[in-house]
């Protein structure tokens, strides 16, 4: 059994620029990270499994950020970024490297805080079930070809429906 590493350097939170017909990472920060995974096969490295540790080295929320994830190819011409979206964009990252054996940093880009919603705040509406709110469209005029058929004037109350005599 092999007790192999993958080891992946990484800049954090940049931006690609354009320089002619080529492209550059522009790093926020001029530090590089590294992360590594011990295992034999490349395969078990995942997208998310990629991700996460990616978040746990920044110390950041996963479910709290978007991140880009994307690189640089060594073996294109003209150098044009590429984006990693899935596992098989992983597995191509990980085995494309140049001559000389060397892999391309992994750029990511920190593109944006997502906000969570509080469902207690949803769910905190006061006077509003569905009974109530079907009365209030039905009081306004709106919804009101969904009473046909149910026996029910127009402006009846349905719960205030009236015994109508057969004389």
Same mark, same amino acid.
């Given at each position: #059994? &092999?007790? &192999? /590493? ?9 931006? *690609? +620029?354009? %320089? ?12 590089? =990270? %590294?992360? +590594?995974?011990?295992? /034999?096969?490349?395969?078990? $490295? ?8 990616? &978040?746990?080295? #920044? @110390?950041?929320?996963p479910f709290a950020k978007m991140?880009?994830?994307? =690189? ?9 970024? /590429? =984006? ?5 964009? !992983?597995?191509? *990252?990980?085995?494309?490297? %140049?001559?000389?054996?060397?892999? +391309? ?5 920190? $593109?944006?805080?997502?906000?969570? !919603? ?11 079930s569905s009974c109530s709110r079907?009365? &209030?469209?039905?009081?306004?005029? =709106? @919804? ?5 058929g149910t026996g029910l004037e ?14």
């Amino acid at each position: #059994m &092999c007790s &192999c /590493s993958t080891n992946i350097h990484f800049d954090y939170d940049g931006r *690609y +620029s354009k %320089d002619g017909d080529d492209y550059e990472w522009i790093p926020t920060d001029a530090r590089l =990270y %590294d992360i +590594s995974f011990k295992t /034999s096969l490349l395969e078990e $490295i995942t997208y998310s499994l990629l991700k996460e540790r990616i &978040c746990r080295k #920044m @110390g950041i929320n996963p479910f709290a950020k978007m991140l880009n994830l994307g =690189y640089i190819s060594l073996v294109v011409e003209p150098k044009r970024q /590429s =984006y990693i979206l899935d596992n098989e964009d !992983v597995y191509v *990252y990980l085995t494309s490297v %140049d001559r000389e054996q060397r892999r +391309s940093i992994l750029h990511v880009e920190d $593109i944006e805080e997502l906000q969570i !919603v509080r469902i207690t705040e949803q769910l905190s509406r006061v006077g509003e079930s569905s009974c109530s709110r079907n009365y &209030c469209e039905r009081e306004s005029g =709106y @919804g009101e070809e969904e009473n046909v058929g149910t026996g029910l004037e127009h402006g009846e109350h349905p719960h205030k429906k009236q015994k109508k005599s057969r004389l």
